[in-house]
Structures are given as structure tokens and as C-alpha cells.
């Protein structure tokens, strides 16, 4: 395969810019020297206006699952209750880490199904430390509602801990308005930086709540705390990849927020006319307050077909979607229009998808 000609459309890793590419090539520096400091500094600046937050921000060597573990790591002891929703794959992976660290009190939904929230509030209002919610499934092509879920967290005193891996910097995120007291992102999605690095937002009332006797040792998040004082990360970060997402980032700044927003919605709401003119179904299963995801699209594959098949035949043309995971394989096909997806890469997927149905 020539990977110089594979145009990758899969929920993540996004192509990245060659300007990033080139970033990462820089000579090293030293993570304690005055340089490291200003890109650090540099990036929380760009990174807490994506966020839409005044909150304390990090960035962990480690990918999205990384900061996930912290988030529950540090707030969750072994008889802490975690109301844990979900509704895909990635749902499911916050209730498997909340299971590690306390007790599991599952919100469970179909996959691609929209949450009940009034199953989430008779659970919360049973008394629970934490919620957690995962903003775009991305297993499922949905937008789950972070602001009612931030309201019935605020209402009963639980913390709000948001997987944001594939809606930050790529959907319009409120970090503060929402009352997300943790919410995670992966540098290798909407930010569209290189895999390997994730950020997490951390409000005050989730640092106080980190009261338990051991907190994880790598995923301290007072640690990250105390270092970012200095502005710097308490053990040696994964430089060049830093290098590379302070470049993604200033991307994401010459185009504005708003325009990249809207850029990758109107990608996504393409993507969903062609199905609809090829007689191709969605997956997700709407209500009033969930939403098609605007990075990631979820098809069902049509009657008798494996969505494998279809996955393989865009290969073939150079085109890389992604498939359903776990109990969706086979059945679903998904295609990602996060990053710096262009329109004329969406149009070629298009096109190429429709060949592969005849
Ligand atoms: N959460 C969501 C919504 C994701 O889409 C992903 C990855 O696709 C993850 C978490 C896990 O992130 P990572 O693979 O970077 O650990």
C-alpha cells in the first residue's frame, strides 16, 4: 500500500498537516529547559480556549485512554459509587476503568441508542461520587447530552467526568458553561496531531474530591498539578510529539473554532445526504436530546452485506474507513470527517463508497 496515497477517513488517527510532520523533525530540547516551558505554556493557552475553560489543563504522554484512568484514578476510591453511562464501546471502557477503581453503577443503553436520561438521574439520585459520560460515541456515530448530564450531575453533587476524545476541537464544547469537572481529549482526533498524547480539563471540586489514600503514580493528577507550576510535565513528555501538537494546535487557531466546527458538521451532514441518496440507513437512534455526531458518521451496512466488505473494497481504492467494533463488527461502517478533513476528501470517500455498492 502507498501510504503517501491512502487518504485515511476513520474516526482517528486524522491525517496530519505536513507543517506538523516537519515540527516533529526539530532537534531535541530539553523538557526542563526554558524552551520546553513556552511551547508548554503556549499549548495550555490554545488548548483551555478549545476547551472553553478557565479550569486546569494537561497534557499526559499516554493516549485518550491514559487520561480517562486518571480522571477515575484520582477521584475514585473502592466504595465510591460511579454512575457509568453507555452507549458504545467507549462507554462501556469508562465503566470497565471505573470498575477498577470503585463501585460500578451501570446506566446501560443499546449501543447507538440515545441515553434515558431519567434512568441517569434515578441513578444519580441515589447517591453517587461521579458520572461519567462519553460527549460523541464515537463506536456509534453519536452526540450524547453533556448539558443535561452536567445539569443532573451539579443537581446531585456528583463530579462530571466527560470523555470529550472525539468531540473537542472538532465539535463546540463548553467545558465550564456545562459543568464538566473532568473532560479528556485525544491529540490524535479532532486536533488532528499525531496519536500519543491526551488532554484533560480538571476543576477545582474534582481536586478537592482526590482525597483518597493512593493515587495512581504516572496518572497523578496533583502531580501534573504541581508541575504545570512550573510549566512543566512531573516526568520526561514525549517531546516531539509536543512539538507536533503545538503546531496541530496553531492550525486549529488560523482557522477559528467556529469555522472548524462548522467545517467538520457540514462534512458530516454531507456524508449523511449521500447515504441517504445511495439508501444507506443510519445507525444511531435519535431523540431530543442526542444528535448525529459532526466527526463521525455511523452507517448501518445494508441487508446481507458484511461491512468488512466494504471497509476492504474503499482499501482497495486507497480510502481508509473504519468498521464496527466489537458486537457492531460487521455491521456497522463508519467514516470519520474530523481534522483538517477537506471537502474534496469526502467527496472522493463518497464517490468511491457509491462504486463500491455497485
Ligand atoms: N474515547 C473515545 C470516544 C474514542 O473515540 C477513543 C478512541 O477512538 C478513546 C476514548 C480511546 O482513545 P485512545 O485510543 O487514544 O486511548
Known sequence: MDLEDTLLMMPGPVPVAPRVLRAMSRPMINHRGKEFSAMFDDCT????????TENDLFTISGSGTASMEAALGCTIDKDDKVVTIENGKFGERFKDIAARYGQVVPVECEWGTSVDLDV???????GAKAVTMVHNETSAGIRNPALEVGMLAKKYGALFIMDGVTSIGGDDVKVDEWGVDIAVVGSQKCIAAPPGLSMLSVSERAFEAMNKE??????????????AAKSQTPYTPA???FFGLQEALKIVMEEGMDARIKRQATGAAA??????AIGIEMFPQLNATS?????????????GVDSNDIKNG?????????GGQNRLSGKIFRIGSMGNVAP????????HLELVFR
Open 120 to 126: 441517569v438521574e434515578e441513578k444519580l439520585a441515589e
Open 314 to 322: 474503499m482499501m482497495d481504492k486507497g480510502i481508509i474507513i473504519a
Open 344 to 351: 474534496k476528501d469526502l467527496m472522493m470517500t463518497i464517490q
Open 271 to 276: 456524508v449523511r445526504a449521500a447515504m441517504d
Open 45 to 52: 493557552t490554545m488548548l483551555k480556549e478549545i476547551f472553553q
Open 239 to 241: 517531546v516531539p510529539l
Open 214 to 227: 493512593n493515587l495512581p503514580y504516572y496518572l497523578d493528577l496533583k502531580a501534573y498539578q504541581k508541575s
Open 291 to 303: 444528535a448525529y455526531s459532526s466527526t463521525v458518521s455511523a452507517m448501518k451496512s445494508p441487508e
